[in-house]
């Protein structure tokens, strides 16, 4: 009885795996094509997008850590493309110089909402 219950967590695992990746493929692959972003970097712009209204669309950068699945060096590069492209600044805490804030800019508000349809539309075809 406990094979047949492992087999059976071990297939649920690599149904999981498998609709991760075709979702996360398609989800990069249609976010480059229409909308210039990664899927990273669009989550970053939806991190930042939902602090808005709680923080005036910003966050500090561990506090994005926190909530991203990539590791530091990874984030820093991604943070980095994003505000090569205007869509997120960088700036340092006024009462602790060594915390560091991600701001979104307009333009990375204008590009998360043009792309939100998109993201969601893959979402919908491989989850719902």
Same mark, same amino acid.
């Given at each position: ?16 795996? @498998? ?26 712009? /939806?991190?930042?997008? @939902? ?10 950068? /561990? ?10 060096? $990874?984030?820093? =590069? ?11 600044? =960088? *700036? ?27 993201? =969601? *539309?893959?979402?919908? @075809?491989?989850? $719902?």
């Amino acid at each position: 009885m406990e094979a047949v219950v492992d087999e059976d967590v071990c297939t649920k695992w690599s149904e999981t795996l @498998r609709v991760y990746h075709n979702t996360s493929c398609e989800l990069e692959n249609s976010l480059q094509d229409g909308h210039d972003l990664g899927l990273s970097e669009f989550e970053v712009l /939806k991190i930042l997008s @939902r602090s808005c209204g709680k923080h005036g669309g910003k966050a500090k950068m /561990k506090e994005l850590e926190a909530e991203m699945y990539l590791s530091q060096s $990874a984030l820093s =590069r991604t943070v980095t493309r994003l505000e090569k492209a205007g869509l997120v600044t =960088r *700036a340092t805490c006024d009462f602790d110089r060594r915390a560091m804030f991600l701001l979104l800019t307009p333009a990375g508000q204008e590009r998360y909402e043009a792309a939100q349809p998109t993201y =969601r *539309a893959v979402l919908h @075809r491989h989850l $719902a």
